[in-house]
């Protein structure tokens, strides 16, 4: 069975103080790794997508890496607009997803 | 501007009652999804479509049942036999949905209570 865990379930950070956001995965033939953003209230905003083990991706203050039992979202020197929940994903062979339940971000200023 | 619309925003159910949510794509994209969200969990498929007329169950379709009529539209019916409805619904869209390597993008969501 697919499996995603997050950790940690929820993070406070001060304004500048880097950090980072595990996704553990066992997904059967695992196609893709995807990285979203949700804001309360709202439907998750797609962020990345990694698909080999080495790879990453970077996106302003954010840095998605992949290895083959795990995925890190490294956040540089955050900025209170970076509070969100963000959600990771793995696509398996028979395309769908399977979620973590989330690390909760808050930065505060 | 291409994405994914959903309505109502909030909607509440009575005891006994079926509801309907809707979800519209502009996206030309084949496949459609629907997702359950309840606090501390993640994402759970409801429904799938990857074609017209056709539809799959996910995880936990029980109490749920939905139709794939048009290529742009996926509603979702929570029907009276749905014991704990209250959560947060989400309806995305991807390519094809046949590889895990598609992007599936999200509509705004609608939050069903109950009364």
Redesign the interface.
Same mark, same amino acid.
């Given at each position: 069975e697919d499996q995603?865990t997050q950790s940690p379930?929820a993070l406070r950070l001060q304004e500048g103080e880097s950090s980072s956001l595990n996704c553990s995965y066992t997904?059967s033939?695992?196609?893709?790794l995807?990285w #979203?953003r949700q804001d309360p209230?709202?439907?998750?905003?797609?962020l990345f997508?990694l #698909?080999s083990a080495g790879e990453e991706k970077e996106k302003e203050r954010l840095k998605a890496t992949l290895t083959k039992k795990e995925s890190f979202l490294h956040i540089t020197a955050p900025k209170p607009e970076d509070s969100a929940t963000y959600?990771c994903?793995?696509?398996?062979?028979?395309?769908?997803?399977?979620?973590?339940?989330?690390t909760q971000v808050v930065v505060t200023p | 501007d291409g994405g994914?619309t959903?309505s109502p925003k909030y909607l509440f159910r009575k005891e006994g009652q079926n509801v309907t949510l809707s979800c519209e794509q502009n996206l030309n994209h084949d496949?459609m999804y629907w !997702?359950r969200q309840d606090p %501390?969990?993640?994402?759970?498929?409801i429904y799938?479509s990857q074609i017209v007329n056709d539809f799959q169950k %996910?995880d936990i379709a029980e109490g749920y049942s939905v139709s794939r009529e048009k290529k742009e539209s996926f509603p979702l019916t929570v029907t009276s036999a749905q014991k704990n409805p209250t959560a947060?619904y989400?309806c995305a869209s991807s390519l094809? %949905?046949?590889?895990?390597?598609?992007?599936? !993008?999200?509509?705004? %969501?609608t939050?069903l209570l109950v009364l």
């Open positions: 995603v379930e997904v033939g695992l196609r893709g995807f #979203y209230g709202k439907g998750p905003e797609f997508t #698909y959600l994903a793995g696509g398996n062979s028979w395309g769908k997803l399977q979620f973590g339940a989330g | 994914i959903q496949a !997702y %501390g969990q993640g994402l759970r498929l799938y %996910g947060f989400l094809t %949905g046949t590889s895990g390597q598609e992007t599936q !993008y999200f509509g705004p %969501g939050r």
